[in-house]
């Protein structure tokens, strides 16, 4: 790698060409599942208000404090590059209308930005594709967000991930539940590690999110959730579990996986595989009714989950599967400058009709020899020469380059069909 004076920021990154199309192979496979499900696209700005994310989140949580990118702009506001979607979709629906007394599912796809150490499958620049659902109160949504990102594994090829599944219940149940948790883990005070003592009082949820090894056996005998629930999130969390049942979704239920926003409620869910070593999350979600109220509207039910673009693709490359780009249809040759003259109108009409056909055109010149050596580095399929010859007779040579096929010469008319049964036939193997 060259050495130059200014690189990219730490935890950002570049992607390559060759590194392109394996993320528009992914976000093409989660577009069409997901808008095959009847959700529609929305696109946020990357800047927001601070104050968004610090009545979200809360200002007492690591992303607030400690990894936003944060700064004041030219109109001494507090703006912030986005964290996370979900609160920048609540305050779009908020601020055009679209939450009350409606059913919205929505869908997004972009870069989120944190400051956080930069790690295998976790860059301060990451690509999050996620979906939100407001208006819908009862579990059929919830078993529909899951059965949906179930389909985006299938999609892909991966199978080796399971759904982890708990409910958090309601805001008195989890307050009843803190209380509970506190006194237990206070018995253990000086046990806990430096985040968890941090978090005791702030934010004891965070404290089962542990991943210190220390504190597991510790963890495992704390209080459960699932035994403060009402009778009312009982039965709403045995629906969805008697179909993730029925449907042998691979599923088991963790009394330990909390959110630790206040806003979240009943189910929260996490996709997960053992792939990726410590970072096994690739998509978490949950239920976060009392969200819009917390920004100041009026109540509304909402639901979503999101997944990290980045570390799918980690996944898929640990699998194996392999990315293949699609290959050039054709190479465009063109010898002399009458042919090279009477290209331009052939291709632009060729273009035109097939715009699906990937044509790239010889530039720079080069004599007979050097054009095909170029033809043959780029991978085409096809070679389309335009020389002398064929400029007399209306005519184009296709020479293959990938096949025993032989080469033949056809009408400059015939162009447009001849490479749209090219199109139907390989691009279908």
């Excluded at 819908?136 to 090829?157: C, H, K, N, R, T």
């Excluded at 465009?332 to 331009?344: L, T, V």
């Excluded at 096809?382 to 096929?405: C, F, G, M, N, W």
């Amino acid at each position: 790698m060259a050495k130059v004076e200014i690189q990219s920021l730490k935890g950002m990154r570049d992607l390559l060409p060759e590194q392109s199309y394996q993320w528009q192979f992914v976000e093409e496979k989660l577009r069409k599942v997901i808008e095959s499900y009847g959700y529609q696209e929305i696109r946020t700005p990357l800047l927001e208000k601070t104050e968004l994310f610090k009545r979200s989140m809360g200002e007492v949580t690591d992303v607030v404090e400690k990894e936003m990118y944060s700064f004041t702009d030219l109109n001494g506001d507090s703006i912030s590059l986005r964290p996370e979607a979900t609160a920048s979709c609540v305050r779009a629906g908020m601020q055009h209308g679209k939450l009350q007394q409606q059913i919205q599912r929505w869908w997004y796809s972009g870069f989120m930005f944190r400051h956080e150490k930069p790690q295998k499958g976790r860059y301060r620049q990451f690509q999050q594709v996620g979906v939100e659902v407001f208006g819908l109160q009862g579990p059929d949504i919830d078993i529909e967000l899951m059965l949906l990102s179930w389909q985006l594994w299938q999609a892909l090829g991966l199978d080796n991930v399971i759904l982890e599944v708990n409910s958090i219940g309601n805001l008195t149940e989890r307050q009843n539940y803190k209380q509970d948790l506190v006194k237990y883990f206070e018995q253990y005070k000086s046990q806990l590690d430096v985040d968890s003592q941090r978090r005791l009082y702030t934010n004891p949820l965070r404290i089962l999110d542990s991943k210190n090894p220390e504190m597991q056996t510790m963890i495992a005998k704390a209080p459960k959730m699932l035994d403060y629930l009402s009778k009312q999130c009982q039965q709403h969390f045995v629906e969805i579990t008697t179909v993730l049942t029925q449907l042998k979704v691979p599923y088991r239920v963790n009394p330990y996986l909390v959110r630790g926003l206040d806003y979240y409620n009943q189910t929260v869910f996490e996709w997960l595989t053992p792939d990726l070593g410590s970072q096994g999350t690739i998509c978490a979600g949950g239920r976060y009714d009392g969200l819009v109220t917390q920004l100041g509207g009026k109540a509304v039910p909402a639901i979503g989950f999101a997944l990290g673009v980045d570390r799918l693709i980690d996944l898929i490359q640990a699998t194996q599967i392999k990315f293949t780009p699609p290959a050039l249809h054709a190479y465009w040759i063109a010898i002399g400058e009458q042919a090279q003259q009477q290209s331009w109108s052939l291709q632009q009409s060729i273009r035109q009709a097939l715009p699906q056909l990937r044509l790239l055109n010889n530039c720079n010149g080069g004599n007979f020899k050097t054009q095909f050596k170029r033809a043959d580095k780029s991978g085409a399929l096809y070679a389309i020469v335009l020389a002398e010859s064929e400029l007399e007779q209306a005519t184009v040579t296709i020479k293959p380059l990938r096949s025993d096929e032989q080469q033949q010469t056809i009408q400059q008319t015939e162009l447009v069909n001849y490479f749209a049964t090219i199109i139907r036939t390989k691009d279908n193997q």
